[in-house]
């Protein structure tokens, strides 16, 4: 899991400074923080094992190492959180993802906590619980990284404009369905079913009916991204790049540098592609000087 997670972290950490015209929080202890989980994730295979007959002092040390991996988890938590803070922060589609990635990462580590204990994993291992907690980072935070990185770079990848509607869309029905899905797992789990069941009591019907709608959600907003891809080629809108500015300055600075640039971005915009009709009316309007 961490192999996989760690690069969505780049992604979050690309997007927030870009879009916030400021520099990232307290950026190497942010580095820091991510090169000792990801050495600290090849000594916490452990706590998978809790059960397979490992001795006391084993398992208290896989314990121990899993308990302190969430030290630089947390510190990147308090980097990107006050990323967002004192800057002209944008608010699209990649922030917004990355918003909820920080909020499913938070929720599916402070579930794996949990299990990092040996007495609440011996009571846990092998229920819905552990199903709910994977997936929640796996298919939660981890896919809507991504999710991250791609509408980031969607521009620069295509040279098109990705569609906002069906990108909200899909952001809303996939954050939506994931709660919907795995919240009832961790009742489940907490509750004591067992995973891989060919049948269980009438009473958990429920439950496992809520999940299986929270997946169908889920899989509809994964319909909406493919959705918004297939409309942006079909529109084709022409980018307009915002993210101008220098991020190593501060607040205002960035905020006034991107405003003249945005600004002359649009007019070039407003000169190639308006219609000759329209453009007379704007240069009647704001004067011939605005579209040299």
């Keep these: 899991m961490y192999i996989l997670i760690i690069p969505t972290f780049g992604f979050v950490n690309m997007v927030l400074p870009s879009r916030n015209l400021r520099r990232i929080a307290s950026k190497q202890h942010l580095i820091w923080a991510i090169y000792i989980m990801a050495y600290m994730g090849f000594a ?33 938590l308090v980097n990107w959180t006050l990323t967002l803070l004192n800057g ?29 204990h040996v007495g609440l994993n011996i009571s846990m291992h ?47 029905y996939y954050f939506g369905g994931q709660w919907l899905t795995f919240l009832p797992m961790f009742w489940l789990g907490i509750s004591g079913l067992p995973r891989r069941l060919h049948d269980y009591p009438s009473v958990f019907a429920g439950w496992h009916s809520m999940a ?7 899989m509809v907003g994964v319909a909406f991204f493919f959705i918004t891809i297939i409309d942006s080629f079909i529109e084709r809108k022409v980018p307009v790049f915002y993210n101008y500015g220098v991020p190593r300055f501060y607040k205002r600075v960035s905020y006034y540098l991107f405003k003249v640039r945005h600004h002359r971005a649009v007019k070039k915009q407003n000169k190639i592609f308006l219609k000759p009709s329209h453009r007379d009316l704007m240069v009647s309007y704001f004067g011939e000087s605005e579209f040299k």
Excluded at 88 to 116: H, N, Q
Aim: glycine share 8%; charged share 10%.
């Design 44 to 76: 916490v295979w452990g706590h998978h094992m809790y059960l397979v007959g490992l001795d006391h002092r084993s398992r208290s040390l896989y314990s121990t190492i899993t308990i302190m991996i969430s030290l630089p988890a947390t510190i990147k």
């Design 88 to 116: 002209a922060l944008k608010l699209d589609v990649p922030v917004a993802f990355s918003i909820c990635y920080i909020i499913v990462f938070i929720t599916g580590g402070f579930t794996g906590m949990w299990l990092s």
């Design 126 to 172: 092998d229920t819905f619980y552990v199903i709910a907690h994977f997936h929640l980072m796996l298919s939660g935070a981890t896919i809507m990284g991504c999710f991250v990185g791609v509408y980031h770079y969607f521009t620069s990848w295509f040279g098109v404009k990705y569609s906002r509607h069906f990108a909200y869309l899909h952001l809303v």
């Design 212 to 218: 299986t709608v929270g997946h169908l959600i889920t």
